[in-house]
């Protein structure tokens, strides 16, 4: 389980961030984030790993504070904790195996990871993320040939080789179409749902966070201001997180945009 205590970022220039944060994630549970740009949903992401150091409060994975560790801790830390990002972070030229297999560099000596040696149990689970997550001929072919959609999916294999406890998710579908979008969405939750995940989308595609996620929490200026079930997003709620808009409209619209795919597979 994930636990925020009164977790706060302000950065150097004096802008919050986020502001007194308290959010629990229990295990199986997916969870997204939503709000307007600049609203901390990145910013509270990357503080739970701590790529950024929040300015105060507590993070905790399980009975472990995050927050307190030292450099060396953290690493082992990091274990726990798997990361999709919005541009995959893939090294373009190396094959779709050899970037699965960097999930696991945290486990591994220098030389091992050096050469590219890992013990074979690794290689086959490996082998096993690539076929669930829909690659399995893809194997030898070089990250930079693949399409926006197959590199998410190398993203999301490489994380779960990490065989994480808490999978952290940044806009995992902001360049793909809608069908994809659609597609790795479900494949992140299916996956989470299979191995007792907690899991954290930051999302702004609200139509697909109200479709995937079993609970929403919604940020703005750094504070959250929804936190609850998908079908509570009422105009009124959207407001509070966005600022004022026809959400009838918006809803219409994001339904018509939602059928989109199906009726190009229809044709």
Known sequence: ???LESVTKR??????ALRDIDLT???GQVMALIGPSGAGKSTLIRCINRLVEPTAGEIWLGDQEITRLSARSLRHMRRRIGMIFQEYALVERLTVMENVLS???????FWQSWFRRFPQP???????LLHRVGLPDFPDKRADALSGGQRQRVGIARALLQNPELL???EPTASLDPKTARQIMRLITELAHERGLAVIINIHDVPLAQQFAQRIVGLR???IVYDGPPDGLISEVLTDIYGEEDWSTAAEDDNAAATLPTAIEAR
């Open 25 to 27: 994630v229990p295990q």
């Open 103 to 109: 999930g696991q560099l945290g486990y591994v000596n």
């Open 221 to 223: 200026a750094g504070e």
């Open 1 to 3: 389980m994930l636990r």
């Open 11 to 16: 950065y150097p220039t004096g802008d919050m």
């Open 168 to 170: 952290l998710v940044d």
């Open 122 to 128: 690794i290689v086959d689970e490996a082998f096993r």
